[in-house]
């Protein structure tokens, strides 16, 4: 069965830094998502991104944070400058064309901020 | 904003018996839910849907009922097995052409042997 892959599983940065978080896609899906999930908090909505472009955003995703799907397989969230309340689990998804089957999620790439 | 509010943070259940998890929302706009299941470090599993047309919606040994009057849904398993111990997430959606969720805090559901 397709995956969504994600790397790496866990990453530990500094304050400040910039991180790039990588997501592998279902090959034949056409919206992406990057979705983030504080400990103990709701899984949240961060961006959505449909033809090569964003289609919505939620007020997280500030200038900080930027997507790109640079040769039409990796899908990836960049943080700029890291900050502590930025530790969270950040999920990829996609889905081809519908809701039917929900989105596919990614196992998660598990940002630890220090 | 809880737009999804899952108030049930656990729910302990014996094998074999009925596991009932509860779903609240405040967006008028949303026409399709979504339960998802979370085991520890893996991402959502989708697990079932139904529309805003409908009132129930059934997939084996789960069932999801809509209430759009009281803006509640519910998520029946029955029997209960322990594999289905995990964090079930409740998620919304408006419509519109990007297929955006807004999720709730999700409810841990352990199933004793």
């Known amino acids: 069965e397709p995956e969504v892959t994600q790397t790496p599983s866990h990453q530990v940065t500094q304050m400040g830094q910039e991180v790039i978080l990588r997501c592998v896609p279902i090959?034949?899906?056409?919206?992406f998502y990057w979705y983030r999930q504080i400990l103990g908090q709701k899984v949240e909505f961060l961006v959505s991104?449909?033809?090569?472009?964003?289609?919505?955003k939620s007020e997280i995703f500030d200038d900080q944070f930027s997507v790109e799907r640079p040769d039409g397989s990796n899908f990836t969230l960049k943080i700029r400058s890291t900050k502590l309340e930025d530790s969270a689990m950040y999920f990829c998804?996609?889905?081809?064309?519908?809701?039917?089957?929900?989105?596919?999620f990614g196992s998660g790439t598990r940002l630890t901020v220090v | 904003d809880q737009q999804v509010k899952q108030n049930s943070p656990s729910l302990s259940v014996q094998e074999g018996r009925i596991s009932i998890l509860n779903c609240d929302y405040t967006?008028?706009?949303?026409?399709?839910f979504l339960w998802y299941k979370k085991y520890p470090a893996e991402g959502p599993t989708f697990l079932i849907s139904?529309?805003?047309?409908?009132d129930k919606n059934e997939d084996g040994r789960f069932t999801v009922f809509l209430n759009k009057s009281a803006k509640h849904l519910s998520l029946h398993i029955v029997p209960s097995q322990p594999g289905d111990s995990a964090v079930y997430f409740c998620?919304?959606?408006?419509?519109?052409?990007?297929?955006?969720?807004?999720f709730g805090k999700g409810t841990l559901l352990t199933v004793n042997p």
């Open positions: 998620a919304g959606n408006s419509g519109g052409s990007n297929y955006k969720l807004t």
């Open positions: 998804a996609g889905t081809r064309d519908s809701l039917n089957y929900g989105y596919t």
């Open positions: 139904i529309s805003s047309i409908k």
């Open positions: 967006n008028s706009m949303f026409d399709y």
């Open positions: 090959s034949n899906h056409l919206y």
């Open positions: 991104f449909y033809n090569n472009e964003i289609s919505e």
